[in-house]
C-alpha cells in the first residue's frame, strides 16, 4: 500500500472512529439521563399518590385509584398474598391489567417490558387504613421517551454518515498535502538521476512545518553536493594537469636515454637525476592529495592541554637542524592550549616550510593570546604575496607565479592543507602579506 493510501485510510478511520465513539457518548448519556428522569419523575408521582390514598382512605376505593391513574399507564394495589384490588388503567393501556400482580416487601424502581413496550414500574409499601400492608405501585409507559431515544439515534447514526464524507475527503487532501513535497523530492532525484545534473525543490517561503524542513534539508544536501561534485572535478582537472608534467619529463628523459645515454655518461647523468627529481615530487604530490582527499572526520584527532610555547619551540629547532636557517621564536613565556599535538606540528611545518621557499632571511615565530584564545603568528621577510591574491591562496593546486612555484619545488598543495587541518583542529588562520616585505601567518587556538 503506497504511503498516501495509508495516510488516507489511517487519518479517515482514526477520524470516523473518534466521531462513533462520540456519538455513542452522546447517545447513552442521554438514555442514561432520560430514563433516570422518567424514573424520578414516577417515583414523585407514587408517592404523592400514596400520601392522597391514605389521606383519603373513607372515599370508594374504586373513585380514590380512577381519580390518582396515571394519564398513560395503570395504578394498582397489591396485597401481601399477591391479590390485587381491581387495577386502574388509562384507555391506551389497558392491557396492562392482565399483567400478574406481584408484591414487592420493599421500594422497587425498574424498568419492565411488557407486550413488547416498555414501562416504569415503581413498587411503594405503605400501611393501609385496615393496618394491613399493600404495595401501591404505578406502572407508566415510556414510549415518548423511546421514541425520542430512538430519533436521537437515527439523527446521531445520519450525522455520523454525513460527517464521514468531510472526513474522507480531508483524509485524501491530507495525504496529497504530506505527499506533495515527497513526491517533488523524488521528482527531482529521478531528474538528477536521468540527466546527471543537480536540481533544488522550489519551497513555499511562508511555511516552517516539518515537510518544509525536509525539503529545506534536501536541498542543503544538494547545495553540498554541487559543491563537493565541482571541488571534485577542480581536484581532478588539477591533479591530472600536475601529474602530466612529471610525467612528460620522465616519459622524455626515458626516450633521451634509450636513444643516446649509453653514448653520453653526461647526458645519462642528467636524465637519471631529472627522472628522480621528478619521481620526488610526483611522491610528495601524492601522498599531499591522499590527505587532502580525507575528511574531516577521517583525521586522528585528539585534543588536550598543550603548552604552545614549548611544542612551537620543539618545531622550529627541529626545522632549523633540518633546513639550516634561523627561526627566533618569541613572545609569552608559556600558552595553554587546546588542540592536537601531531596536527599542530603539521600546521606549523607546513607555514614554515612555505616561508623557508619563499623567503632568504631569518623566519619569527612570535606568539601572545588575548581573552579567550592563543595565538602563533609566523613571520618571514620574503618576496610576499599580491594583495588580490591572498583570497586564492588556500585553493588547491593555485600558485601565484607558476615558475616561481616550480623553482622552489612547491604544488600548490600545502596551504590547502593547512587550511584544512585548521577546520579540523577548530583553529583560525589570517594571512597578511607585503610585495617585496614578507608575510604574515597568524593560527588563533582555543585557550585553556
Known amino acids: 500500500m503506497k504511503l498516501k493510501s495509508k495516510i488516507h485510510l489511517y487519518s479517515s478511520l482514526l477520524f470516523a472512529v473518534l466521531l462513533i465513539v462520540m456519538n455513542v457518548s452522546i447517545y447513552l448519556l442521554f438514555n442514561y439521563m432520560s430514563l433516570n428522569s422518567e424514573i424520578e419523575q414516577a417515583k414523585t408521582e407514587t408517592t404523592a399518590?400514596?400520601?392522597?390514598?391514605?389521606?383519603?382512605?373513607?372515599?370508594?376505593?374504586?373513585?380514590?385509584?380512577?381519580?390518582?391513574?396515571?394519564?398513560?399507564g395503570m395504578l394498582q394495589i397489591v396485597a401481601q398474598n399477591g391479590v390485587s384490588y381491581p387495577p386502574v388503567t388509562s384507555p391506551s393501556q389497558t392491557e396492562l391489567s392482565k399483567k400478574p400482580a406481584v408484591f414487592y416487601a420493599q421500594?422497587?424502581?425498574?424498568?419492565?417490558?411488557?407486550?413488547?413496550?416498555?414501562?416504569?414500574?415503581?413498587?411503594?409499601?405503605?400501611?393501609?387504613?385496615?393496618?394491613?400492608?399493600?404495595?401501591?405501585?404505578?406502572?407508566?409507559?415510556?414510549?415518548?421517551?423511546?421514541?425520542?431515544?430512538?430519533?436521537?439515534?437515527?439523527?446521531?447514526?445520519?450525522?455520523?454518515?454525513?460527517?464521514?464524507?468531510?472526513?474522507?475527503?480531508?483524509?485524501?487532501?491530507?495525504?496529497?498535502?504530506?505527499?506533495?513535497?515527497?513526491?517533488?523530492?523524488?521528482?527531482?532525484?529521478?531528474?538528477?538521476?536521468?540527466?546527471?545534473?543537480?536540481?533544488?525543490?522550489?519551497?513555499?517561503t511562508n511555511s516552517k512545518d516539518e515537510l518544509v524542513e525536509m525539503g529545506d534539508t534536501f536541498n542543503r544536501m544538494i547545495e553540498l553536493l554541487q559543491s563537493n561534485f565541482a571541488k571534485q572535478e577542480s581536484f581532478v582537472s588539477n591533479a591530472s594537469h600536475e601529474l602530466r608534467t612529471p610525467l612528460t619529463v620522465i616519459e622524455s628523459y626515458a626516450n633521451l636515454l634509450k636513444r643516446k645515454g649509453l653514448e653520453r655518461p653526461d647526458l645519462f647523468l642528467e636524465s637519471i637525476e631529472a627522472i628522480h627529481s621528478e619521481a620526488i615530487r610526483m611522491r610528495e604530490m601524492t601522498e599531499q592529495l591522499l590527505l587532502l582527499a580525507r575528511n574531516k572526520e577521517q583525521w586522528k584527532m585528539k585534543k588536550e592541554k598543550l603548552d604552545a610555547v614549548v611544542l612551537t619551540a620543539n618545531t622550529a629547532a627541529a626545522f632549523q637542524n633540518a633546513y639550516h636557517r634561523d627561526v627566533y621564536v618569541e613572545g609569552v613565556p608559556s600558552l595553554a592550549v587546546s588542540s592536537d599535538e601531531q596536527l599542530l606540528k603539521q600546521l606549523l611545518y607546513i607555514f614554515l616550510d612555505n616561508a623557508r621557499k619563499y623567503s632568504d632571511e631569518s623566519i619569527t615565530i612570535t606568539l601572545g593570546s588575548s581573552n579567550m584564545n592563543g595565538w602563533i603568528r609566523i613571520t618571514d621577510r620574503g618576496v610576499?604575496?599580491?594583495?588580490?591574491?591572498?583570497?586564492?591562496?588556500?585553493?588547491?593546486?593555485?600558485?601565484?607565479?607558476?615558475?616561481?612555484?616550480?623553482?622552489?619545488?612547491?604544488?600548490?598543495?600545502?596551504?590547502?592543507?593547512?587550511?584544512?587541518?585548521?577546520?579540523?583542529?577548530?583553529?583560525?588562520?589570517?594571512?597578511?602579506?607585503?610585495?617585496?616585505?614578507?608575510?604574515t601567518v597568524t593560527i588563533t587556538l582555543e585557550k585553556i
Not at 373513607?58 to 380512577?66: G, V
Not at 401501591?136 to 415510556?142: A, F, M, P, V, Y
Not at 593546486?397 to 577548530?426: E, N, P, V
Open 49 to 72: 399518590i400514596a400520601r392522597g390514598l391514605q389521606d383519603n382512605a373513607t372515599m370508594p376505593l374504586s373513585d380514590l385509584l380512577r381519580a390518582y391513574a396515571p394519564i398513560d
Open 107 to 204: 421500594k422497587k424502581s425498574e424498568i419492565v417490558k411488557y407486550d413488547g413496550q416498555s414501562y416504569v414500574l415503581i413498587s411503594m409499601p405503605v400501611i393501609w387504613h385496615n393496618g394491613e400492608v399493600v404495595n401501591i405501585q404505578t406502572t407508566e409507559s415510556l414510549q415518548d421517551t423511546i421514541i425520542k431515544l430512538r430519533s436521537l439515534r437515527f439523527v446521531l447514526i445520519g450525522v455520523t454518515l454525513l460527517a464521514l464524507i468531510p472526513v474522507i475527503i480531508s483524509g485524501r487532501l491530507l495525504g496529497e498535502l504530506i505527499m506533495k513535497p515527497i513526491r517533488s523530492m523524488t521528482t527531482t532525484m529521478r531528474d538528477i538521476q536521468q540527466s546527471g545534473q543537480f536540481k533544488q525543490l522550489t519551497l513555499a
Open 384 to 439: 610576499g604575496i599580491p594583495k588580490q591574491e591572498l583570497g586564492k591562496v588556500f585553493d588547491r593546486f593555485y600558485r601565484i607565479d607558476q615558475a616561481r612555484s616550480r623553482q622552489s619545488g612547491g604544488l600548490g598543495l600545502g596551504l590547502s592543507l593547512a587550511k584544512q587541518i585548521a577546520d579540523t583542529l577548530g583553529a583560525n588562520i589570517e594571512m597578511d602579506s607585503l610585495e617585496g616585505v614578507g608575510t
